[in-house]
């Protein structure tokens, strides 16, 4: 069974920085997984923001956090993890970890394309 969950969220001003968390189980085998953070405002579609390939470490990121947002995980699969510095009120959104198996969602961040879900997390950006 695999179930993630985030930690980490909460509130800053404009310009702070926050360290996103995603422990991770039940993905512990081979093939190809892919892990990412998503975030979502109410109303509005759920928007892919980073990903992480555990393949070969690929990462790609959504344009509107490049420069400002790292994502990292690690060998074990047991966790995925998003650095978000210089933030912006536009960040204010709830955080999602995502976890998908097969080469579709690779590079993607198109979440119809993973299978595995967190509760989320809010971050709220205050100017």
């Known amino acids: 069974q695999v179930t993630l969950a985030e930690s980490g969220g909460g509130s800053v001003q404009a310009g702070g920085s926050l360290t996103l968390s995603c422990a991770a189980s039940?993905?512990?085998?081979?093939?190809?997984?892919?892990m990412a953070w998503f975030r979502q405002i109410p109303g509005k579609e759920r928007e892919g923001i980073a990903d992480?390939?555990?393949?070969?470490?690929?990462?790609t990121y959504a344009d509107s956090v490049k420069g400002r947002f790292t994502i990292s995980g690690n060998n074990t699969r047991n966790g995925v993890y998003l650095q978000m510095n210089n933030l912006e009120p536009e960040d204010t959104a709830m955080y999602y970890c995502?976890?998908?198996?097969?080469?579709?969602?690779?590079?993607?961040?198109?979440?119809?394309?993973?299978?595995?879900w967190g509760q989320g997390t809010q971050v709220t950006v205050s100017s």
């Open positions: 039940g993905l512990n085998r081979g093939g190809h997984l892919t």
């Open positions: 995502a976890a998908a198996w097969g080469i579709a969602a690779i590079g993607m961040l198109n979440p119809r394309s993973f299978n595995y």
């Open positions: 992480f390939y555990h393949g070969n470490g690929r990462i």
